[in-house]
DNA sequence: GACTCTTGAATTAGTCAGACCTAATGCGTT
DNA sequence: AACGCATTAGGTCTGACTAATTCAAGAGTC
């Protein structure tokens, strides 16, 4: 899925990008391009194809006589999927984690409150459905089975909430729910508390409860950060 | 600041990313990499490197033997700044407005909250004097001045809640901030209850009152809300 | 006759190599 | 300290070639 086929300059992505947001290339650094494209064995047309990228990123900046010079973390664009990803997928994967949890936990109430007031007949369906699909695969170690309905439930909130902002965050939702997943105990069924205010919500979303599914999914959230405190210092 | 000189590629952008967030070229739209090529009157490498990058923006697809397609809006990376710039320079700019807004008001109270505990003295005295340069331009026709220390103290907020994805909302809000300055009514001076609000907050940091600060933030965020419903239908 | 499968021609992006241009940088001279 | 020049690495352009994908025409089948 990572590696999809691009191209050379996406192979070159694909190692470039996780090397420079892992640190292995500290911000100060500097590239060159001749280098880089002899390294890679590619063209320089294609090596600069990727520098733009990383540039576009905000991970690099490019200047004459000096070369490709790699930006502090504070600049990186790190709201971009490609650039979550990458650190997801490398050394502070935990710090990474960390961020983007309160991020939801910033914005997933509030993206239920509106959900409760915009979702369609359709939406809140599709929402109970994957409740209760959580309900179901909750005990007997089928923790894949409920990490696609907890990932579908969060999206469609997301999306049921209206706006473009919050409904793009579902990608970076589903990144951090299968992270928790595969890189934690797999062997305790989720918490039972948990499933339960999720079902709520579905709930108060379909009755048009705009407090309650605020309130509501701020637990969840609240419970998520806890878990996280518990699990890593 | 923003035709940066970053060489032809870069003059392409300022014009193809702009017409494309603006609908110009509606998603499904084929373009081709040649015939831009002629019509920027630039070489196809130039207009690979343009292409590449609108391509890691998910702003449109690059295929053998069809073109570049422009993708559908839901897969854009709106979080882009970029992008953000692009689009609250075209048509749609309330609409885009609102959704920013949007996402102030469920990330900043939390900000605020995490910033109350994390924010160093400094922080809290720079604080403290952005609301002080905001009560000191409330009055008599300095909205410039004003809006200077509204974008300043937000971005200490964002800054100090030592999260890094709220961090890096400072460029949007800044941005949020700025448009409402810039285009609409310029004639009033700025609500005296935001202007108490932010001197409140700013106390409620210093006095490491994570709920007070939250609540507070929360209360501008209303304002902020019920301002557009005011000035956009 | 309608349908499916195969094949090949047309098209467009992808890649490469080499040449030349441009602008920063850093050093040596004055 | 100020100036100027050589160096260096990115920026741009060109032309040729490669490769993948679409589309349509034709062969084969039911």
Redesign the pocket.
């Known amino acids: 899925m990572s590696t999809r ?5 996406g192979h070159v992505l694909d190692t470039l990008g996780p090397a420079i947001t892992a640190g292995e290339y500290p911000p100060g650094s500097v ?4 280098e880089l494209a002899q390294r890679f ?6 090596m ?2 990727a ?1 733009r990228v990383l540039e576009s990123m905000h991970l690099v900046e ?7 010079t790699v930006r502090p973390t504070a600049e990186w664009n790190v709201y971009d999927p490609q650039v979550i990803r990458w650190r997801l997928a490398g050394a502070d994967r935990p710090r990474q984690l960390r961020s983007l949890t309160v991020l939801r936990s910033a914005v997933e109430p509030v993206a239920a409150g509106l959900a409760a007031r915009h979702a369609t007949a359709e939406q809140c369906a599709e929402l109970t459905e994957c409740a209760l699909g959580m309900v179901a695969t909750s005990r007997g170690q089928q923790l894949e089975g409920y990490l696609v309905h907890d990932v579908a439930f969060h999206r469609i909130v997301l999306n049921a909430s209206g706006n473009e902002m919050f409904a793009r965050l579902g990608d970076v939702v589903a990144e951090v729910l299968t992270g928790r997943t595969h890189h934690q105990v797999m062997f305790e069924d989720p918490d039972p508390a948990a499933v339960t205010l999720h079902v709520q919500v579905a709930e108060a979303v379909r009755a048009g409860d705009a407090d309650r599914a605020e309130s509501l999914t701020r637990e969840i959230a609240v419970g998520a950060l806890r878990e996280l405190d518990v699990l890593a210092p």
């Open positions: 086929g691009r191209g050379l300059h590239l060159r391009t001749d064995e590619v063209s320089r047309s294609v600069r194809e520098v490019s200047r004459r006589r000096v070369g490709v």
